[in-house]
């Protein structure tokens, strides 16, 4: 039997050639595609959460994957409705998350890894989300890097994406590249398992539930056809042109300029020279020059359109009109907007993108700026930032923080801070964040002074450091653990990142090359190995799983159990152990035979 890295790859060269697959649900009999899948999710914070039964990642072995290889030979595999639960969204209303279980969640990324390895290679270059290599940074480069000279944006939201896919245009479009009824019959039970809310069953019609594994690639999948649609139809039709035809007025200005130099005048050479600077080159309103581009990050899409106002309403009709007809779909109104690139800003991926005019910068004797992209930090989100840690308008401490350690509130703040200023570095702006440093500093420091009983002074001079940085020195604040015995100290720091602009600040969602795995999991290689870590045992061999590291941290570290203190140690979320010490965990008892 083939590794699965050898399976991936096949599928993969069979995508990029575009031929289609045959026979692929017979790759579900393989063990060690789902030690692979199993080595992808087991560290996922929901991995821990049951979904529909109590069945969590706990207890994974060898022979819960022979169990399920055996039902889906055997074709009695059958997915379990999700658990729905609902999640609040930032206009007030709740967006529903599915939580299955965890051999549904297994099963199903094993089919994630199947079908993106086939249909990775065919995607768009424009589609962004959720894909290996690629992300909210990726879009946006594309955006600021090749989008010069747009003059409508037109953004694109789907209505309720996840839960609106049309299940006979999903299979349909499955079965243009995957010839096997009975893989297809396996996404088709999952679509229809449905989902229980108050443990009531309730039918999946439409949609596939919004937190499972294969929600993102089946989306992917599906408006993979919008791509194409955009790129084969749209962008053909309203592009036209090399470039835009010279400007009548410019041009005229010009020869003025050659004349006055000729006569040897000096000061109207000088005068026309500056004019010219001001006034646009190109003819702005050139019919026979148009461009459209695309771009989209899952169900969110913004189309950038050079010519008039009233074939970018055209372009706008048709994208409804083909996910409406084709796709089952509609956009959503109060999110679907044509905005004029010079005068106004669109919104895409929390950005703001507007087109920059400016005719006074002057870069080597030409306008540098006009027409060209500029990404902006919104004002909106300064103030959505800030506004946990202010209270009546000033920073305030977090009382919910004060009984934990120096190290766990620095540690605390400096990552919310840092994950949003390296999400907001494309921007010309991101020097406007400095609002939410002093904040989040200010609020910081009080948390820290509340638990000393100390004052903002005392915490910021005890605290206080420099480090290095690209642009020189910077000033941020730190709490050390010193660990002894030679070892580093644990280091916890917020601030030091300098809040300049880096063009090539790219963030991907994923890993890039995640495929291409040079060795196997430490964990499955660990189960592979087939030997009880507590006892020495080699029958039932099952991984003990824990939620978080703290867990292990009792009071009395002396009554401690000897798997804890072995967890601790290694310093690992999961024990592989055997079933007789997997069950005395459970009950509290000791483990026997310790080594």
């Known amino acids: 039997m083939r590794d699965a890295d050898t399976v991936l790859s096949i599928l993969r060269e069979r995508g990029r050639r575009g031929l289609p697959v045959e026979r692929l649900y017979r790759q579900l009999f393989n063990p060690q595609l789902y030690l692979k899948a199993y080595g992808r999710i087991y560290s996922n914070d929901g991995a821990m959460t049951p979904g529909a039964t109590q069945e969590t990642v706990d207890g994974m072995s060898l022979r819960k994957i022979n169990r399920i290889i055996d039902a889906i030979r055997h074709e009695r595999f059958r997915f379990s409705p999700v658990k729905r639960v609902y999640i609040p969204k930032k206009n007030g209303r709740r967006r529903p998350l599915g939580l299955p279980s965890w051999t549904d969640k297994l099963v ?25 290599g690629r992300g909210c940074h990726t879009a946006l480069a594309e955006v600021g890097n090749t989008w010069t000279g747009t003059t409508w944006f037109i953004e694109g939201d789907v209505s309720d994406c996840f839960g609106a896919l049309d299940h006979k245009v999903m299979l349909s479009t499955l079965s243009e590249g995957i010839h096997d009824n009975r893989f297809l019959g396996l996404v088709h039970n999952m679509l229809k398992a449905g989902y229980l809310e108050d443990w009531v069953w309730n039918a999946t019609l439409s949609g596939c539930p919004q937190g499972g594994v294969l929600s993102p690639i089946l989306s992917n999948i599906y408006l993979d056809r919008l791509d ?5 139809e749209l962008i053909p039709q309203y592009t036209r042109g090399i470039e835009r035809a010279k400007s009548p007025a410019y041009r005229k200005m010009q020869k003025a300029m050659i004349r006055a130099r000729e006569r040897g005048d000096r000061e109207q050479v000088r005068s026309l020279r500056r004019q010219l600077r001001i006034m646009p080159s190109k003819d702005l309103h050139d019919p026979g020059y148009r461009r459209l581009r695309y771009i989209r990050y899952a169900d969110d899409h913004l189309l950038g359109f050079t010519g008039p106002k009233a074939e970018a309403e055209q372009i706008k009709a048709r994208l409804a009109q083909f996910l409406r007809d084709d796709l089952k779909l509609e956009l959503s109104e109060d999110k679907t907007l044509i905005t004029h690139a010079r005068s106004e800003a669109a919104r895409f991926l929390s950005y703001e993108i507007t087109v920059k005019h400016r005719d006074t910068a002057v870069t080597n004797g030409q306008r540098s700026v006009n027409g060209t ?13 800030c506004a946990p840690h202010l209270s009546r308008g000033k920073p305030a401490r977090r009382t919910k923080l004060i009984n934990v350690d120096d190290h766990t509130i620095v540690g605390i703040y ?14 010309d702006d991101v020097f406007r964040l400095n609002r939410l440093h002093w904040v989040m500093e200010t609020s910081m420091l009080k948390t820290l002074a509340a638990k000393h009983d100390s004052t903002v002074t005392k ?5 206080k450091a420099k480090i290095q940085t690209p642009y020189g020195l910077r000033t941020c604040f730190e709490a050390r653990i010193d660990r002894g015995h030679g070892r580093k100290p644990l280091v916890a720091r917020f601030g030091g990142i300098p809040l300049h602009r880096q063009k090539k600040a790219i963030l991907t969602d994923r890993q890039p090359g995640h495929w291409e795995s040079p060795r196997p999991k430490e964990l499955t290689l660990r189960l592979l190995a087939g030997r009880c870590e507590i006892c020495d045992h080699t029958d039932n061999i099952q991984v003990h799983h824990v939620r978080k ?5 009792t009071a009395d570290a002396s009554r401690r159990p000897v798997w804890m203190d072995i967890m601790a140690k290694r310093r690992r979320k999961s024990l592989v152990v055997c079933g007789c010490c997997h069950d005395h965990i459970h009950a509290g008892q000791k483990t026997a035979n310790i080594r």
């Open 108 to 132: 199903g990324e094993v089919i994630r890894l199947l079908l993106e390895a086939y249909y990775e290679p065919q995607f768009s270059g424009h589609s962004h989300g959720y894909r290996p």
């Open 228 to 232: 194409k649609f955009v790129e084969t």
């Open 373 to 385: 992209i500029g990404l902006r930090v919104p004002r909106s989100v300064i103030k959505a930032k």
């Open 414 to 427: 400096g990552a919310e801070y840092r994950g949003i200023v390296q999400y907001y570095l494309l921007a």
């Open 459 to 463: 915490m910021a001079r005890k605290h």
């Open 549 to 553: 590291l703290a867990d292990l941290n």
